[in-house]
Protein backbone atom coordinates (compact mmCIF):
# COMPACT_ATOMS: atom_id res chain seq x y z
CA UNK A 1 0.00 0.00 0.00
CA UNK A 2 1.56 3.28 -1.01
CA UNK A 3 2.45 5.58 1.83
CA UNK A 4 0.64 9.37 1.24
CA UNK A 5 2.13 12.49 2.68
CA UNK A 6 1.48 16.80 2.79
CA UNK A 7 4.23 19.39 2.47
CA UNK A 8 3.60 22.96 3.01
CA UNK A 9 5.60 26.09 3.83
CA UNK A 10 5.27 26.81 7.53
CA UNK A 11 5.29 30.20 7.59
CA UNK A 12 3.70 33.02 9.58
CA UNK A 13 0.64 33.46 7.33
CA UNK A 14 -0.10 30.26 6.90
CA UNK A 15 -2.30 27.67 8.94
CA UNK A 16 -0.31 26.50 12.09
CA UNK A 17 1.82 23.53 11.81
CA UNK A 18 -0.04 21.90 15.32
CA UNK A 19 -3.47 22.52 13.30
CA UNK A 20 -2.21 21.31 10.09
CA UNK A 21 -0.43 18.46 11.72
CA UNK A 22 -3.78 17.46 13.55
CA UNK A 23 -6.16 17.76 10.62
CA UNK A 24 -3.71 15.55 8.50
CA UNK A 25 -3.30 12.86 10.96
CA UNK A 26 -7.14 12.59 11.53
CA UNK A 27 -7.66 12.29 8.03
CA UNK A 28 -5.41 9.49 7.66
CA UNK A 29 -1.98 11.04 6.13
CA UNK A 30 1.32 9.23 6.91
CA UNK A 31 3.65 11.99 6.65
CA UNK A 32 3.82 16.09 6.67
CA UNK A 33 7.25 17.26 5.51
CA UNK A 34 8.32 20.80 6.30
CA UNK A 35 11.06 22.33 3.74
CA UNK A 36 13.40 25.45 5.07
CA UNK A 37 15.13 28.03 4.51
CA UNK A 38 17.15 30.11 6.83
CA UNK A 39 16.84 33.39 4.94
CA UNK A 40 16.99 34.65 1.61
CA UNK A 41 19.80 36.96 0.25
CA UNK A 42 18.24 40.42 -0.92
CA UNK A 43 20.38 40.39 -3.88
CA UNK A 44 18.80 37.80 -5.33
CA UNK A 45 21.71 36.90 -7.69
CA UNK A 46 20.59 33.24 -7.53
CA UNK A 47 17.94 32.05 -9.87
CA UNK A 48 14.89 30.22 -8.67
CA UNK A 49 14.99 26.87 -10.14
CA UNK A 50 11.05 26.70 -10.50
CA UNK A 51 11.27 29.75 -13.10
CA UNK A 52 10.15 33.38 -12.55
CA UNK A 53 10.08 34.76 -9.68
CA UNK A 54 10.77 33.65 -5.93
CA UNK A 55 7.47 33.46 -4.29
CA UNK A 56 7.57 35.01 -0.46
CA UNK A 57 7.03 32.24 1.34
CA UNK A 58 10.41 31.44 1.29
CA UNK A 59 11.95 33.92 3.26
CA UNK A 60 8.65 33.65 5.41
CA UNK A 61 9.60 30.14 6.78
CA UNK A 62 9.29 29.12 10.37
CA UNK A 63 12.83 26.99 11.43
CA UNK A 64 11.35 23.41 10.09
CA UNK A 65 12.53 21.72 13.70
CA UNK A 66 10.60 23.35 15.88
CA UNK A 67 7.65 23.63 13.56
CA UNK A 68 7.82 19.45 13.69
CA UNK A 69 8.29 19.54 17.03
CA UNK A 70 5.02 21.72 17.48
CA UNK A 71 3.15 18.93 14.99
CA UNK A 72 4.37 15.86 17.43
CA UNK A 73 3.41 17.36 20.62
CA UNK A 74 -0.15 16.86 19.09
CA UNK A 75 -0.31 13.62 16.84
CA UNK A 76 0.71 10.51 17.92
CA UNK A 77 1.58 8.60 14.40
CA UNK A 78 1.89 10.96 11.65
CA UNK A 79 5.80 10.98 10.34
CA UNK A 80 7.78 14.08 10.70
CA UNK A 81 9.51 15.06 7.58
CA UNK A 82 12.12 17.77 6.57
CA UNK A 83 11.33 18.25 3.56
CA UNK A 84 14.26 19.27 2.48
CA UNK A 85 17.00 20.09 5.40
CA UNK A 86 19.62 22.29 4.05
CA UNK A 87 22.45 20.27 5.57
CA UNK A 88 24.87 22.66 3.72
CA UNK A 89 23.21 25.95 6.35
CA UNK A 90 23.66 23.55 9.77
CA UNK A 91 26.29 22.24 11.70
CA UNK A 92 26.20 18.81 12.40
CA UNK A 93 27.04 18.58 15.43
CA UNK A 94 24.29 20.96 16.95
CA UNK A 95 21.69 19.46 14.09
CA UNK A 96 22.56 15.61 15.07
CA UNK A 97 21.26 16.48 18.27
CA UNK A 98 18.05 18.04 16.86
CA UNK A 99 17.16 15.38 15.04
CA UNK A 100 17.91 13.11 17.72
CA UNK A 101 15.58 14.72 20.40
CA UNK A 102 12.80 14.96 17.66
CA UNK A 103 13.01 10.96 16.84
CA UNK A 104 13.27 10.31 20.70
CA UNK A 105 10.88 12.53 21.97
CA UNK A 106 8.31 12.04 18.80
CA UNK A 107 8.29 8.10 19.43
CA UNK A 108 10.70 7.59 16.25
CA UNK A 109 8.54 9.23 13.95
CA UNK A 110 11.52 11.62 11.75
CA UNK A 111 11.82 11.17 8.13
CA UNK A 112 14.78 13.53 7.20
CA UNK A 113 14.76 14.91 3.85
CA UNK A 114 17.95 16.53 2.78
CA UNK A 115 19.11 18.62 0.19
CA UNK A 116 22.57 20.49 -0.99
CA UNK A 117 20.61 23.77 -1.50
CA UNK A 118 20.78 26.42 -5.17
CA UNK A 119 20.83 29.84 -3.65
CA UNK A 120 24.66 30.42 -3.72
CA UNK A 121 24.46 33.51 -1.33
CA UNK A 122 22.47 32.16 1.04
CA UNK A 123 25.07 29.33 2.06
CA UNK A 124 27.85 31.52 1.28
CA UNK A 125 26.31 33.58 3.81
CA UNK A 126 26.71 30.29 6.22
CA UNK A 127 30.44 30.17 5.30
CA UNK A 128 29.90 27.29 2.13
CA UNK A 129 31.26 27.79 -1.20
CA UNK A 130 28.79 26.78 -3.98
CA UNK A 131 31.29 24.61 -5.40
CA UNK A 132 31.89 22.26 -2.37
CA UNK A 133 28.44 22.09 -1.50
CA UNK A 134 27.97 18.04 -2.03
CA UNK A 135 31.36 17.50 -0.32
CA UNK A 136 30.25 19.07 2.54
CA UNK A 137 26.68 17.74 2.39
CA UNK A 138 28.47 13.96 2.27
CA UNK A 139 30.33 14.88 5.67
CA UNK A 140 27.99 16.30 7.46
CA UNK A 141 25.50 13.40 6.95
CA UNK A 142 28.25 10.78 7.56
CA UNK A 143 29.43 12.87 10.87
CA UNK A 144 26.04 12.92 12.04
CA UNK A 145 25.19 9.21 11.50
CA UNK A 146 28.81 8.78 13.99
CA UNK A 147 27.05 10.99 16.44
CA UNK A 148 23.37 8.41 15.99
CA UNK A 149 25.23 5.62 16.26
CA UNK A 150 28.62 5.66 18.27
CA UNK A 151 29.04 6.14 22.10
CA UNK A 152 32.33 8.11 21.66
CA UNK A 153 31.70 9.46 17.90
CA UNK A 154 34.06 11.24 15.99
CA UNK A 155 35.08 12.34 12.61
CA UNK A 156 38.05 13.77 10.86
CA UNK A 157 37.41 15.14 7.06
CA UNK A 158 38.00 18.30 5.23
CA UNK A 159 35.02 20.15 6.25
CA UNK A 160 34.35 18.61 9.62
CA UNK A 161 36.98 17.72 12.60
CA UNK A 162 35.97 16.50 15.76
CA UNK A 163 38.19 14.41 18.63
CA UNK A 164 35.73 11.90 20.39
CA UNK A 165 32.34 13.41 21.77
CA UNK A 166 29.71 12.30 23.68
CA UNK A 167 25.57 13.09 22.84
CA UNK A 168 22.83 12.13 23.54
CA UNK A 169 20.03 10.95 23.69
CA UNK A 170 20.72 8.66 20.46
CA UNK A 171 17.50 8.38 18.10
CA UNK A 172 14.68 6.11 19.08
CA UNK A 173 15.36 4.55 15.06
CA UNK A 174 18.23 2.70 15.65
CA UNK A 175 21.29 4.27 13.25
CA UNK A 176 19.02 7.58 12.64
CA UNK A 177 15.68 8.38 10.65
CA UNK A 178 15.60 7.57 7.17
CA UNK A 179 17.90 10.00 5.09
CA UNK A 180 15.60 10.78 1.71
CA UNK A 181 18.04 12.57 -1.36
CA UNK A 182 15.79 15.58 -2.95
CA UNK A 183 18.07 15.80 -5.71
CA UNK A 184 18.21 14.24 -9.20
CA UNK A 185 21.54 14.40 -11.28
CA UNK A 186 23.87 11.84 -12.40
CA UNK A 187 25.69 12.22 -8.98
CA UNK A 188 22.53 11.22 -6.85
CA UNK A 189 22.11 7.36 -7.51
CA UNK A 190 25.71 7.11 -5.66
CA UNK A 191 25.35 9.36 -3.18
CA UNK A 192 21.47 7.53 -1.89
CA UNK A 193 23.88 4.02 -2.04
CA UNK A 194 27.07 5.79 0.05
CA UNK A 195 25.21 8.27 2.52
CA UNK A 196 21.00 8.19 2.38
CA UNK A 197 18.17 5.32 1.88
CA UNK A 198 16.36 6.55 -0.34
CA UNK A 199 15.28 8.90 -3.71
CA UNK A 200 13.14 12.46 -2.65
CA UNK A 201 13.02 13.77 -6.09
CA UNK A 202 10.35 16.90 -6.74
CA UNK A 203 7.22 16.23 -8.71
CA UNK A 204 7.68 18.06 -12.07
CA UNK A 205 4.43 18.09 -14.47
CA UNK A 206 5.63 17.27 -18.04
CA UNK A 207 3.31 20.00 -19.34
CA UNK A 208 4.85 23.08 -17.14
CA UNK A 209 8.35 22.08 -16.13
CA UNK A 210 10.78 25.17 -15.92
CA UNK A 211 14.16 22.72 -16.39
CA UNK A 212 14.34 19.44 -18.19
CA UNK A 213 11.50 16.70 -16.70
CA UNK A 214 12.89 14.00 -14.75
CA UNK A 215 13.09 10.53 -16.13
CA UNK A 216 11.17 9.03 -12.65
CA UNK A 217 11.47 5.65 -14.08
CA UNK A 218 15.63 5.30 -14.93
CA UNK A 219 15.87 7.42 -11.47
CA UNK A 220 14.39 4.67 -9.71
CA UNK A 221 16.34 2.02 -11.86
CA UNK A 222 19.81 3.52 -11.22
CA UNK A 223 19.00 3.97 -7.82
CA UNK A 224 18.55 0.16 -7.20
CA UNK A 225 21.64 -0.56 -9.27
CA UNK A 226 23.78 1.67 -7.02
CA UNK A 227 22.08 0.24 -4.03
CA UNK A 228 22.73 -3.29 -4.83
CA UNK A 229 26.13 -2.73 -6.07
CA UNK A 230 27.01 -0.91 -3.00
CA UNK A 231 25.98 -4.18 -1.03
CA UNK A 232 22.88 -2.73 0.72
CA UNK A 233 20.79 -4.66 2.28
CA UNK A 234 16.40 -3.77 2.00
CA UNK A 235 15.50 -1.47 -0.46
CA UNK A 236 15.77 2.27 -0.90
CA UNK A 237 13.10 4.30 -0.05
CA UNK A 238 11.39 5.89 -3.05
CA UNK A 239 9.08 9.21 -2.72
CA UNK A 240 7.74 11.41 -4.93
CA UNK A 241 7.65 14.98 -3.56
CA UNK A 242 5.75 18.29 -3.78
CA UNK A 243 2.90 16.11 -5.94
CA UNK A 244 -0.07 17.52 -7.88
CA UNK A 245 -3.72 15.53 -7.31
CA UNK A 246 -3.84 13.77 -10.57
CA UNK A 247 -4.78 10.35 -10.05
CA UNK A 248 -3.36 9.19 -13.27
CA UNK A 249 0.10 10.48 -13.12
CA UNK A 250 0.59 9.53 -9.72
CA UNK A 251 -0.32 6.13 -10.10
CA UNK A 252 1.96 6.06 -13.36
CA UNK A 253 4.70 7.39 -10.10
CA UNK A 254 3.60 4.18 -7.90
CA UNK A 255 3.83 1.81 -10.71
CA UNK A 256 7.29 2.59 -11.41
CA UNK A 257 8.13 2.45 -7.54
CA UNK A 258 7.81 5.06 -5.79
CA UNK A 259 6.25 4.23 -2.05
CA UNK A 260 4.81 7.44 -0.92
CA UNK A 261 3.51 10.01 -2.73
CA UNK A 262 3.70 13.82 -0.96
CA UNK A 263 0.93 16.39 -2.27
CA UNK A 264 1.99 20.06 -2.55
CA UNK A 265 -0.44 22.41 -0.09
CA UNK A 266 -0.33 26.21 -0.74
CA UNK A 267 1.41 28.68 2.10
CA UNK A 268 -1.89 30.01 2.90
CA UNK A 269 -4.60 29.51 5.87
CA UNK A 270 -7.05 26.77 7.35
CA UNK A 271 -10.12 28.00 4.84
CA UNK A 272 -7.75 27.20 1.92
CA UNK A 273 -5.79 24.53 3.21
CA UNK A 274 -8.51 21.88 4.61
CA UNK A 275 -10.62 21.80 1.81
CA UNK A 276 -7.61 20.29 -0.22
CA UNK A 277 -6.81 17.80 3.18
CA UNK A 278 -10.06 16.28 2.43
CA UNK A 279 -9.58 16.08 -1.77
CA UNK A 280 -5.92 14.57 -1.40
CA UNK A 281 -7.34 12.53 1.32
CA UNK A 282 -10.26 11.08 -1.09
CA UNK A 283 -7.59 10.85 -3.99
CA UNK A 284 -4.85 8.22 -1.78
CA UNK A 285 -8.17 6.38 -0.63
CA UNK A 286 -9.52 5.61 -4.61
CA UNK A 287 -5.53 5.00 -5.62
CA UNK A 288 -4.83 2.55 -2.54
CA UNK A 289 -8.48 1.17 -3.27
Same mark, same amino acid.
Given at each position: ????????????????P?????????????????????????????????GG??????????D?????????????????????????????I????????????S????L????????????????????????????????????W??D?????????????????????????????M????????R?????A???????????R???????????????? #? +?W %????????????V? *? @??? $???????????G????????? #? +?G %??????L??????? *? @??? $??
Amino acid at each position: MTAFGLTIFQTDYAIAPALLAQEAEARGFESLFFPEHTHIPASRQSPWPGGGDLPKEYWHAHDSFIALATAASVTKTLRLGTGVALITERDPILMAKQVATLDHLSGGRVLLGVGAGWNAEEMHNHGVAFADRWKVLRERLLAMRCIWTDDEAEFHGEFVDFDPIWAYPKPLQSGGPKVLMGAASRWTWRRIAEYADGWMPIYQNPERAAVGVIDYADGIRQTR #A +AW %AEAGRSGEPDCTVF *A @ATP $NQGAMEGLIEMGFNRVVFGLP #A +AG %ADEVLPLLDRYAEL *A @AAI $NG
